[in-house]
């Protein structure tokens, strides 16, 4: 059993370049998740899914967009890469509501020169 | 930005000694979730309190619920060098929202 599947485990990007990461879940979870985290700033919620077709922003959108297709699938896309999206990037899932328990991938690094 | 407080941030310790974080939210919480993340991992679910009061013990760890459910509070009695890494709260801050967001952190070294 996969759990969360983040790919890539590590990019780096050029300044303006493009990219998507691929967050799978292989649980039937309705909730997704897609966080940053930066030291000494604890993750930050980028985007998130309710459900297949459904994003909404979280607390750090801007730069970032997102797209829900399928049920076991969550993209994260970076249209123009800037340094300041330098990060670890989380994808997290859940079945229901915020009350119960997430399951994170295993993150991916990003480095944007 | 975030509606929630942990702290402290850093929190540095011999071995044997115990240590406590805290959560403090300025709304009343619906639950609250505690995840531990080892350092180059990924945060890992620890356990959920739902109840005002309730508290909940996991060996040698506290989980804590404020009476108000504004806050929380993990407590570790005698760590061990396998407990070292960030230990997170994380909830929906606001009543009957859907997004998990995570406190700060608290980084145990």
């Known amino acids: 059993n996969a759990g969360v599947t983040q790919t890539p485990k590590f990019r780096v990007l050029k300044t303006g370049q493009s990219m998507t990461l691929l967050c799978a879940q292989d649980m039937n979870h309705e909730y997704m998740y897609w966080y940053r985290q930066d030291p000494g700033m604890g993750l930050r919620l980028i985007h998130y899914?309710?459900?297949?077709?459904?994003?909404a922003k979280g607390e750090v959108p801007d730069g970032y967009n997102v797209s829900r297709l399928k049920k076991q699938n969550f993209l994260l896309g970076l249209e123009s890469a800037a340094p300041s999206q330098t990060s670890v990037y989380f994808c997290?899932?859940?079945?229901?509501?915020?009350?119960?328990?997430?399951?994170f991938g295993q993150g991916t690094r990003l480095t944007v020169v | 930005g975030q509606q929630v407080m942990q702290i402290p941030q850093y929190q540095h310790v011999q071995e044997g000694e115990d240590f406590t974080t805290y959560c403090n939210s300025s709304t009343t919480l619906s639950n609250i979730q505690w995840y531990k993340q080892r350092p180059g991992g990924h945060p890992v679910f620890l356990i959920q309190l739902v109840k005002s009061g309730e508290v909940k013990k996991q060996k040698r760890l506290t989980f804590q619920f404020g009476e108000a459910k504004k806050n929380s509070s993990l407590h570790i009695t005698a760590t061990q060098t396998t407990d070292v890494g960030t230990y997170f709260c994380?909830?929906?801050?606001?009543?009957?929202?859907?997004?998990?967001?995570f406190g700060q952190g608290t980084r145990l070294t």
């Open positions: 997290a899932s859940s079945f229901t509501t915020p009350g119960t328990e997430a399951f």
């Open positions: 994380a909830g929906p801050w606001i009543q009957g929202a859907q997004k998990l967001v």
């Open positions: 899914s309710v459900g297949e077709g459904t994003t």
